[in-house]
């Protein structure tokens, strides 16, 4: 069966370092697993549920499953339940130990496990990747039960399950009524993307950045100097001003006095192009402010897409910082928590281009929303 792995994009070394904490699961000595997990094992999931990036804690990961094993049981149910706000790398061990225990259980054979998975799955308050998982295990070469499954996850707050569901009912919905139904439970960007065209093509037009949120107004003043890409941890005054609350009308820039301009997108995906507002200008930093009219006060998730580096702040406060150029730009490519107040909540971003020549170097754009932690849109009290 297909994996429903849902792209992870605020981690994308969770892969690698994956297989690394399998690699040492694997060598450590074999032992009997069980649906009935000895208590001494349950301080050992929390130890490694805590683990995070580094020698010393991979050495104690190691350390910890060995533990475990000597301990001659494992439960499956345990190892899942202590996912539920695991570090990402306490995480990967953890779901290493979970795969080796289902595996020493005959599922088949024992309908009292089964129907413990799936009250597991159906418990949506547990962590998303172990309920996948548990969708993984319970509907491998069972085409019937994945389907009834899915039927019910259409607004699941798994994103891979989710996803999935609202895949599969794509493949048999055309009407634009159960069609706008799929949008308002999408979360996935290409998935978002392709249910606007379909109800387009069934003679229902959706504006596509306003579902999506982005913010499309900004005030931008640049360019400063940032040659030898030397700038990007530079304060220049235009950040300090805006951080204390106030900016002036005009700065100092790479190559004299540089001013505030008004800039509205039009872009469906809520691009704002910089190389083209400043005639391509490289080695150089672009601040773009703006505010966003919240009509909640509360936790919320700040989202970027930028093919350059770039750092972030809401209201006053650093809530992003990536020093990445010409890897990739798309639609939520960033994702940091951030808690808005309720109407006005100040934003800044300083996008820093560096000095490449090759073609495929010439991107200097951004696009910006602000979303709920499954990635729906909050929209905002009124537009900019």
């Not at 999931?45 to 301990?71: C, F, H, P, Y």
């Amino acid at each position: 069966m297909n994996s429903i792995r849902f792209p992870n994009r605020r981690a994308p070394w969770a892969k690698l370092f994956a297989l690394s904490c399998l690699v040492y699961s694997a060598l450590l000595p074999a032992a009997a697993f069980s649906e009935d997990a000895k208590p001494a094992a349950q301080p050992e999931l929390a130890a490694i549920a805590k683990l995070s990036i580094g020698d010393a804690d991979t050495v104690k990961g190691v350390q910890l499953a060995a533990r475990l094993r000597a301990a001659g049981k494992v439960d499956v149910f345990q190892t899942l339940e202590a996912m539920r706000g695991a570090t990402p790398i306490g995480k990967n061990w953890l779901m290493g130990l979970a795969n080796q225990a289902y595996r020493k259980t005959a599922v088949g054979d024992s309908p009292a496990f089964a129907s413990k998975l799936e009250a597991f799955l159906a418990d949506r308050s547990q962590d998303s990747e172990a309920r996948a998982t548990v969708f993984q295990w319970l509907t491998e070469s069972k085409p019937e039960s994945r389907a009834a499954w899915l039927a019910k996850m259409q607004d699941d707050p798994s994103p891979e399950l989710r996803f999935a569901a609202i895949d599969a009912a794509l493949k048999t919905t055309k009407d634009a009524g159960p069609l706008e139904q799929l949008l308002e439970n999408a979360r996935h960007p290409n998935q978002v993307s392709a249910i606007i065209k379909l109800l387009a093509d069934a003679g229902k037009q959706v504006d596509q950045a306003k579902h999506f949120g982005f913010i499309t107004s900004f005030r931008l003043i640049g360019p400063f100097d940032h040659v030898g890409t030397k700038n990007f941890n530079k304060a220049f005054p235009v950040e300090t001003d805006w951080i204390a609350g106030k900016v002036a009308d005009a700065y100092e820039g790479k190559h004299g006095e540089v001013r505030w301009i008004e800039h509205k997108t039009d872009d469906k995906e809520g691009s704002v192009d910089l190389a083209k507002l400043y005639n391509n200008e490289k080695g150089c930093i672009v601040y773009a402010m703006t505010e966003f009219e919240s009509p909640i006060e509360g936790p919320a998730e700040f989202r970027l897409g930028s093919i350059i580096g770039q750092k972030a702040w809401v209201n006053g406060k650093l809530v992003m910082a990536n020093e990445v150029y010409h890897s990739s730009s798309q639609i939520d490519q960033y994702i940091e928590p951030i808690q808005l107040k309720k109407g006005t909540n100040r934003i800044l971003i300083k996008l820093c281009q560096n000095e490449q020549k090759e073609s495929w170097a010439q991107g200097y754009q951004f696009m910006v929303r602000i979303s709920d932690s499954t990635g729906k849109a909050i929209q905002p009290t009124t537009t900019n």
